[in-house]
């Protein structure tokens, strides 16, 4: 097995060919490749999939981490919805089976901001604003989650799950 170097210019030659194969859809190829590789769990690779739903955003997250820094290794994750630029990093809302995380990345990896139970789930609604909108998550008891959005087609398809799970609908299959 070769140094650190030689296997990051490996892994970067390896992305640089999957980007001239495949063009735009190059994000979503790579995260298929993450999810199905031997040893990711259900957690990273459920969340590889959700995640390559937003493939067409205007975005970047340093997310390869994000799986084993904030979820169980056994969660099923739903949908993913990308926040509005905040800092450097745009925050993410991750609807899973067990519950709602709002997670973001900080300088010592990824931190959950704020999260809920599934079962304390009551609904959704994404707010308009002017030049973004609110995503809010509302909750049986307490404060619910709010995630300032600038892309309004995702995120309202994210509240239309959580809507359709707190009704006490099925999840996606």
């Known amino acids: 097995m070769g140094t650190r170097r030689d296997r990051l210019r490996e892994a970067a030659a ?4 999957i980007r001239e194969q495949h063009g735009e859809d190059a994000d979503t190829v790579m995260a298929q490749l993450l999810a199905g590789r031997a040893g990711a769990g259900r957690a990273e690779s ?10 067409g955003l205007r975005f970047r997250a ?3 981490n994000l799986p084993q820094q904030v979820l169980d290794p056994e969660e099923t994750v739903f949908e ?14 991750i609807v899973t089976d067990r519950r709602v995380l709002h997670v973001m990345d900080r300088l010592r990896g990824w931190t959950v901001l704020e999260e809920a139970p599934a079962a304390a789930i009551t609904g959704a609604e994404l707010e308009e604003r002017l030049l973004s909108g609110r995503l809010r998550v509302h909750v049986r008891e307490g404060r619910g989650l709010t995630m300032k959005v600038a892309e309004r087609n995702r995120s309202q398809e994210v509240v239309d799950l959580l809507q ?4 006490g609908g099925a999840p996606p299959g």
């Open 62 to 64: 340093s997310d390869l």
């Open 14 to 17: 390896l992305q640089e060919q």
């Open 46 to 55: 459920t969340y590889r999939r959700a995640m390559a739903r937003n493939q």
């Open 164 to 167: 359709h799970l707190a009704a």
């Open 80 to 93: 993913v919805a990308v926040g509005a630029q905040r800092s450097d990093t745009f925050p993410l809302l």
